[in-house]
Each structure stands twice: as C-alpha cells, then as structure tokens.
C-alpha cells in the first residue's frame, strides 16, 4: 500500500517562507515522478511543481517559478518543496502525488497516489 504524508504547512506572513516535506513509502519511489499541487476553496486542485525520477528533471507552474523549489532524497524516499517569497495567494491545501511514470508533467491524471495534504496559510 503506497502512503504519502506531507508536513510543514503552516501560517506566515507574506513573503516568508516555508519548507514542506513528503515522505513516500510502499512504492519503488526512486523509478517514478513526484509532484506537488495545491488546492484553495472553491477553486480546482492545480500543479505547483514537480521532479523526475533521478531529481535531473524539475518543472514548475509560471506562478511558482523562481520562488518554489522541489528536491527528492531517492535514499529516503522523501521530497521537498522549499517554497520562498509567499504571497496571499499561495494560501491552499498542498498535496504531494506519486506520478505513473519516471516523469510525470502537470496534469493531475498523471499520478495516482495522492497524500492528505497540508494546510499553508499566507496573511498579508
């Protein structure tokens, strides 16, 4: 059974920072994708960031590029998305997903384990 578990969500104040984590088990993690994507109410779940297989591959949404970063720790089956200069509406619901194949892209049909998610809350 494929467990996913974020951490790291919290409120700050805009432009903080955050560092989230995704700590992946049951699954081969170092042959597939990781992404992350964030939902805010009422709006639809959207991509943020994601990361290929081996870590040589990274690719963000336009609204994340040059404040995000994702990494992975293939030895501990882990990913991080260090997210800088935060703004009001980055506040959603981030979740981190196991993708189908080595890379993913940015559609949510591309993965198929998702984690519960955690809360990031930026106040102006």
């Known amino acids: 059974q494929v467990q996913l578990v974020e951490s790291g969500g919290g409120l700050v104040q805009a432009g903080g920072s955050l560092r989230l984590s995704c700590a992946v088990s049951?699954?081969?993690?170092?042959?597939?994708?990781i992404g992350w994507f964030r939902q805010a109410p009422g709006k639809e779940r959207e991509f943020v960031a994601g990361i290929s297989w081996s870590g040589g591959s990274m690719y963000y949404a336009d609204s994340v590029k040059g404040r995000f970063t994702i990494s992975r720790d293939n030895a501990k089956n882990t990913v991080a998305l260090l997210m800088n200069s935060l703004k009001p509406e980055d506040t959603a619901v981030y979740y981190c997903?196991?993708?189908?194949?080595?890379?993913?892209?940015?559609?949510?049909?591309?993965?198929?384990?998702w984690g519960q998610g955690t809360q990031v809350t930026v106040s102006s």
């Open positions: 049951g699954r081969t993690f170092s042959s597939v994708a």
């Open positions: 997903a196991v993708g189908r194949a080595a890379v993913a892209g940015s559609r949510v049909s591309g993965y198929d384990y």
